[in-house]
């Protein structure tokens, strides 16, 4: 299913197209390119962008890149795009391998970071791609030439690169193809490769534990509606009740009755990224081993119209016994996440991490730039945003102000789904944190779910936003 994947070994040889690190000095990024590489780069990029070829003792170029601020994350990221841009630049030259060559002056870190940019920008999205349009990249393999390096360390990056653009590629692919029902199959095959269990639930077992948000959102679909429980539960886990991560799974939001309109429908396939990271993160800490119990919830459907949908002035009953007047079938996430939210009470959590393309409001605040964040009783918050700021999926806190109760108050159920016209993002926190009663954070993707042009690492479409930070989450979870 992943396109163009990048194999990256460990070597003590060194092949043709040696690019040699050359540390940092002050806060300059070095590193030596072939000649005629080195000479191709400086004719792609503009001069604002510090880029000097000079002769060095290598009888390659030494090309300086990169400004590199003081900072760690930003640090952390530069060697990132720089990532990126070297992989761009290799494929753009019909190179099918290179060799990082370290000799221990660069930083350990910074050249796995360098690897997974890399990794992450050799990624393809070529299923309905037909002739020239097809082609893949030329680059398939990066040797990695460091003492300080072995080879787990890459597989780690290998297997965390993979699950992202599992991600990516959930997301990527069309409405039609990628129905919940599919979206469950795909989900079960991720777990047998990875090895966790999967259990997909289709519309009567739904019905019969009464999730009326799911069912409600789905009335108008000719697709059944699915609920996906993945469970990944090593041996030697450190923790006795689990994570639970639930991921919104709209495959499709058209907006029901209350439509999306003036082009604000087009790319709504993204409304299943939640799911699709929920899924890769949970492949990623498997495929690795993390000695955690993580659990996945995935309520999934497509919100379209036909003459049985909802409509608003609907009351559903949810599986917490609570009625939700509908006021707005637009404002459909929260009603399948809720069922999920509280499906999630039987197991007694350690801690709820949901992640869901829940409001425009959040993307308007954050951009494609960060992660929209509400959280309670949860004392791993500060874990998760230090988590955030070391793989550049950064967050920004919306507080729960009890105030933003009172939007959802309804006159005739025991609340609504919408709120004033105002803090959109804090009433639809305030909707979900309703549902549960353990230690709970949400995460609101909306904005860094799909690019509309590419940046660095980060290419056209899909990003697969929170796999890399849930697994990083994880493993600091794991050492703490
Ligand atoms: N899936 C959308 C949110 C969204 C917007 C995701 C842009 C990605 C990019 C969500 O279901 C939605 O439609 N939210 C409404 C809520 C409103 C009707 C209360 C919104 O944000 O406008
Ligand atoms: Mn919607
Ligand atoms: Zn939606």
Redesign the pocket.
Known sequence: MMHSPLRLHSTDATGDMVIHLIATKGDIARIALPEALAAKLKEKVGKDELVYVIPSENGTTVVVKAKLEEETSYRNQAYRALGAKLCKLLNTDGATAATLLNTGVLNKDYVLQLCEGMALANYQFLTYRTGDKAKPNSLKELMVSDPSIAQDDLAEVTHLVAATCIARDLVNEPPATLTATELGKRVMALGTQNRFEVKVMGRKRIAELGMGGLLGVNKGSVEEPAFIVMDYRPDNAINSSPIVLVGKG?TY?T?GY?I?HGG?MR??K??MAGAAAVAGAISAVAANRLPVHVVGLVPATD?RIDGKATVADDVLLMMSGATVEVQ?T????RLVLADALHYAKQYAPELVIDLA?????A?RITAHHGIGMSADKAPQKELLMKSGEEVYERMMEFPLWREFHDAIKSDVADIR???GAAG?NI??ATFLHYFTDYPWIHLDI?GP??METESDYRLKGATGVGVRLLYRFMKNYSID
């Open positions: 709209v939001d907006g209350d999306k604000n790319g709504m993204c409304d919100n707005n637009d404002a459909e996430g393309t829940l409001t425009g409001a993307a789904n919408m709120g959109g009433t639809a909306a779910s799909m």
